[in-house]
């Protein structure tokens, strides 16, 4: 079974701060979505790395591809009050089956 | 892209009694996805809808228990049946379109 651990889980920082989130597995993936999530609604596809070493940036986000497809980060410049939500990395299989972490709830106080 | 909907948005239901769930895309899909979400933890797929067959259930999930149907190619639906509080999540339905998987906003489920 392919699990993705996700740390931490709960993250509370002052606005202006960096944060990184981690997702680790044993298991390699085809490609390694992430997606926030704010309450009352469902997650939104944020990126989606796909070779092994690959960085993305996104605004103040940046996003990184273990070099053996197996973890991934996500970190974020002088958070915002904005960037409040549950990020959750995804797994993709080899069967095309999108696998979840257990998600990273962030609070960025003003 | 692809807009969702779902209905209900929540509801409070009692123990024992059963819940239907609708989704609908804004276009057509081959296959739509049916994720649970518990309090405090990710996405758990429940199964996978096609049309004009029966649903392919994960491991842990049973027809008997969350019966789905998939009339056409822009409705679904799911039914949690005999519902127990540990059924109690967050319940959404996605599809997926040129290799991005859109969601519905959920339907937050309470058993008494």
């Known amino acids: 079974t392919q699990l993705l651990e996700q740390s931490p889980q709960f993250l509370s920082i002052q606005e202006g701060e960096n944060l990184t989130v981690y997702c680790n597995s044993s298991s390699v993936f085809s490609s390694l979505q992430w997606y926030r999530q704010e309450p009352g609604e469902g997650p939104v596809l944020l990126v989606t790395?796909?070779?092994?070493?690959e960085v993305k940036k996104l605004k103040r986000l940046t996003f990184q591809f273990g070099d053996a497809r197996k973890d991934s980060s996500l970190h974020i410049t002088a958070a915002q009050p904005g960037d409040t939500g549950l990020y959750l990395c995804a797994g993709v299989s080899p069967k095309g089956k999108l696998i979840f972490g257990q998600g990273t709830e962030l609070s960025v106080k003003p | 892209s692809a807009v969702i909907s779902q209905k209900p948005s929540r509801d409070i239901c009692q123990r024992g009694t059963s819940l239907t769930i609708q989704c609908q895309v804004d276009?057509?899909?081959?296959?739509m996805f049916w994720y649970r979400q518990q309090p405090g933890q990710s996405l758990t797929l429940i199964a996978t809808a096609n049309q004009g067959s029966e649903a392919t259930y994960e491991s842990g999930f049973v027809i008997d228990k969350f019966p789905i149907s998939r009339p056409n190619l822009t409705f679904s639906t799911l039914t949690v049946s005999n519902m127990s509080p540990e059924d109690s999540s967050i319940y959404l339905c996605s599809v997926d379109r040129k290799y991005t998987q859109y969601f519905g906003p959920g339907t937050r489920l309470t058993v008494l």
């Open positions: 276009s057509q899909v081959t296959m």
């Open positions: 790395v796909v070779t092994g070493g």
